[in-house]
């Protein structure tokens, strides 16, 4: 059976939501430089849940409400791990803020094309990009490499870093591309 694309209520939404209601979870279990078994399980899960709504959203049919909540809840899944390592002294702030705008501006972007129709579907890339961002974190957490083997999260923490400025220009080279070519149409 197929979702209608304007549904809310959906198995994939609800895995979707399920990821933001439990989030505070996991900022809460980051356990600073020696990582935590917990917070490894917890990010594991979550991240899964986010293979789980793609696949229900694939078998089920997209919805324009899941297009907009699944890449919220990566954001925040994501930004607030990253956000809380920073805060308890692991990742330098840089590189996070980094990441931070490529995700807000490419969001707003998201947003104010969509309101005028244009869906803006992520690139395989840019789903790598997610990936990235996820492994610097589950290393980050994962007590074997939180304290004894820094680099291991050091380097995918700029390999995400490298990957999300890619894919932003990537994203803002596409849209002018498409804006002349309107243009061009229209005149």
Not at 4 to 10: E, K, V
Not at 41 to 55: H, P, Q
Not at 84 to 107: C, G, H, K, S, Y
Request: glycine share 6%; hydrophobic share 55%; aromatic share 10%.
């Amino acid at each position: 059976m197929s979702n209608d694309p304007s549904a809310i209520a959906t198995w994939a939404n609800l895995v979707t939501v399920a990821r933001l209601l439990v989030s505070p979870v996991m900022f809460a279990a980051i356990d600073g430089r020696k990582g935590s078994w917990f917070a490894t399980v917890l990010w594991f899960v979550l991240c899964m849940s986010d293979l789980v709504d793609g696949s229900l959203a694939r078998r089920h049919g997209a919805t324009r409400s899941g297009a907009f909540l699944d890449p919220l809840a990566d954001k925040v899944l994501v930004l607030g791990a990253m956000f809380t390592l920073v805060q308890r002294d692991v990742f330098w702030i840089l590189p996070v803020v980094m990441i931070a705008a490529r995700e807000l501006i490419i969001q707003l972007y998201r947003t104010f094309v969509g309101a005028k129709g244009v869906s803006v579907p992520a690139t395989q890339l840019a789903k790598w990009k997610t990936f990235a961002q996820q492994v610097a974190v589950g290393f980050a957490v994962l007590p074997l490499t939180a304290s004894r083997a820094t680099w291991v999260w050091q380097a995918s923490l700029w390999i995400a870093v490298g990957l999300t400025v890619y894919t932003g220009a990537e994203y803002l080279v596409k849209a002018q591309r498409v804006k002349a070519t309107s243009q061009a149409v229209h005149a």
